[in-house]
């Protein structure tokens, strides 16, 4: 691997589209860096498959991107957050690997006034306890109540962002938790990077005393600290280049991005890879 230097590009890897919320606050925090993003639209979704399975995807992927040249690995899939972080640090102990779980873990508690706290995530980020294991961790005292919401995916994808029909939709998913205001849930984790799109749809429904917090915001902030500590922002003038990589379907990837990004993402510019080959070291 190259040593690393701030012009290297920042690379990031999801299971799918939805990782580009995740890409997107990394561009509005830091426009100047070079990015990146790799989806492995092939093997969607890791939420259900199994741990070993999720950490062998995460481990090609990470390979596929630090072939490229990266600075620094940020995985944007709750899943493989969930459990392939410590594996790629070992892995590769001279990168610094960072994942949405903890940042979001992290804001939660900060912003959260009576550490009552609420967690919306798929089924496995659900089941395998991520962001109540972390928000424990943070705060012992906290309780901590997590609702899974994959039908959210769906949604997020098909572009069904707002309106009658979906806030319908949001307000029975979000049932178990809306029941808990009167107990003084007060702060809700946005624990799937599908989510920030319907961010306004589930506000409305969740009411302005709880404080939703964007798992995909608080990592473009914990990344943006960690370069800034370890001497690597670019400091390139001018906006930094972009890159996209997925294992399959880059038509698709492309008509669904317009969901998640805020820039267009032409067909030429999605680069159709196979990382099933890569061997881990």
């Known amino acids: 691997m190259t040593e690393l230097d701030s012009n290297l590009p920042i690379g990031v890897f999801d299971s799918g589209v939805g990782g580009l919320t995740v890409l997107n606050a990394l561009r509005k925090a830091m426009p100047n860096e070079n990015l990146i993003y ?10 259900t498959k199994s741990s070993v399975s999720v950490v062998k995807y995460a481990e090609q ?6 072939e490229r040249d990266i600075k620094l690995l940020v995985v944007a899939c709750n899943t493989a957050s969930a459990v392939a972080i410590e594996p790629l640090q070992s892995l590769y102990p001279q990168l610094k690997v960072m994942g949405v779980v903890g940042p979001g873990a992290e804001a939660s508690c900060k912003v959260s006034a009576e550490g009552r706290i609420g967690v919306i995530a798929t089924e496995s980020t659900v089941k395998n306890n991520a962001y ?11 309780s901590v109540t997590a609702q899974p919401c994959s039908l959210f995916v769906a949604l997020a ?3 069904w962002h707002s309106g009658e029909l979906v806030e319908r939709i949001v307000a029975e998913c979000l049932q178990p938790l809306t029941s808990q205001v009167s107990d003084h849930l007060d702060t809700l984790v946005l624990g ?4 920030p799109a319907l961010k306004s749809a589930i506000s409305h429904v969740m009411g302005d005393d709880v404080v939703l917090v964007d798992s995909a ?21 001018g906006a930094g280049d972009v890159r996209f990589l997925v294992t399959d379907g880059p038509e698709r990837f492309a008509r669904v991005a317009t969901n998640f990004y805020d820039e267009e993402i032409q067909l030429p510019e999605i680069q159709l890879v196979d990382i099933q080959h890569f061997k881990v070291p």
Not at 132 to 142: H, K, Y
Not at 192 to 195: E, I, M, R
């Open 61 to 66: 992927a990470a390979a596929a991107l630090i």
């Open 38 to 47: 790799l989806g492995d639209t092939a093997r969607v979704p890791y939420g």
């Open 157 to 159: 994808e098909e572009g």
């Open 217 to 237: 915001e608080t990592t473009a902030a914990a990344v943006e600290k960690s370069l800034v500590e370890s001497n690597l922002i670019n400091k390139q003038p």
């Open 132 to 142: 109540q294991d972390a928000i424990l961790r943070l705060n012992p005292s906290a």
């Open 192 to 195: 799937c990077t599908h989510f």
